[in-house]
T-cell receptor, first 111, second 116 residues
Framework: RKEVEQDPGPFNVPEGATVAFNCTYS??????FFWYRQDCRKEPKLLMS???SGNEDGRFTAQLNRASQYISLLIRDSKLSDSATYLC????????????FGSGTRLLVRP | NAGVTQTPKFQVLKTGQSMTLQCAQD?????MYWYRQDPGMGLRLIYY???????DKGEVPNGYNVSRLNKREFSLRLESAAPSQTSVYFC???????????????FGDGTRLSIL
């Protein structure tokens, strides 16, 4: 089983739609969680950190469910510019400095 | 505002050749990382340096060596390139020092390496 699992997609949605991605992680002791965005052939860029109480940044909402070991990303009012791959990232508890990246979920927003 | 700078951006090598990928950050970060990304797979950690003067193996260190030259620079060397090392290589940095890591990593724009 992969340490971090994501549905690869693609999720194909119209502009203005609401779309949600889930990501499951295997290490129950993981404490740091992030969502990164990666455009085609570009470097990953931090979208948002995920806090225990959940957090929102504009159209983006991240949630953490420790009991079920998953994190989610909700995107409201999708824009064409949201088309990208979204990477779920979780820390590994055998080291202070290692993060584990999921393979990513691809989102395509159509006009 | 450069952030993390990687050179070169593209490189083609023949099997058996050696080369060094360079990475420098100007954010005064303590920790630096080298990843590779292959199609359909997540980023995999090759080596990391928690702080200046230290380096440690990641998930896929075989065939690579690293040098943390100073706080700013962290290089990755392929001693004898193999076709299996064809990949996109990303360098990243973070403030470091937190356990567990709470701060995000900042990435360079990658080196696309092809080995024939």
């Amino acid at each position: 089983r992969k340490e971090v699992e994501q549905d690869p997609g693609p999720f194909n949605v119209p502009e203005g739609a609401t779309v949600a991605f889930n990501c499951t992680y295997s290490n129950s002791a993981s404490q740091s969680f992030f969502w990164y965005r990666q455009d085609c052939r570009k470097e990953p860029k931090l979208l948002m950190s995920v806090y225990s109480s959940g957090n929102e940044d504009g159209r983006f909402t991240a949630q953490l469910n420790r009991a079920s070991q998953y994190i989610s990303l909700l995107i409201r009012d999708s824009k064409l510019s949201d088309s990208a791959t979204y990477l779920c990232v979780v820390n590994r508890m055998d080291s202070s400095y290692k993060l584990i990246f999921g393979s990513g979920t691809r989102l395509l927003v159509r006009p | 505002n450069a952030g993390v700078t990687q050179t070169p951006k593209f490189q083609v090598l023949k099997t058996g050749q050696s080369m060094t990928l360079q990475c420098a950050q100007d954010m005064n970060h303590n920790s630096m990382y080298w990843y590779r990304q292959d199609p359909g797979m997540g980023l995999r950690l090759i080596y990391y340096s928690a702080s200046e003067g230290t380096t440690d193996k990641g998930e896929v260190p075989n065939g690579y060596n690293v040098s943390r030259l100073n706080k700013r620079e962290f290089s990755l060397r392929l001693e004898s390139a193999a076709p299996s090392q064809t990949s996109v290589y990303f360098c990243a940095s973070s403030e470091g020092g937190a356990h567990p890591p709470r701060e995000p990593q900042h990435f360079g724009d990658g080196t696309r390496l092809s080995i024939l």
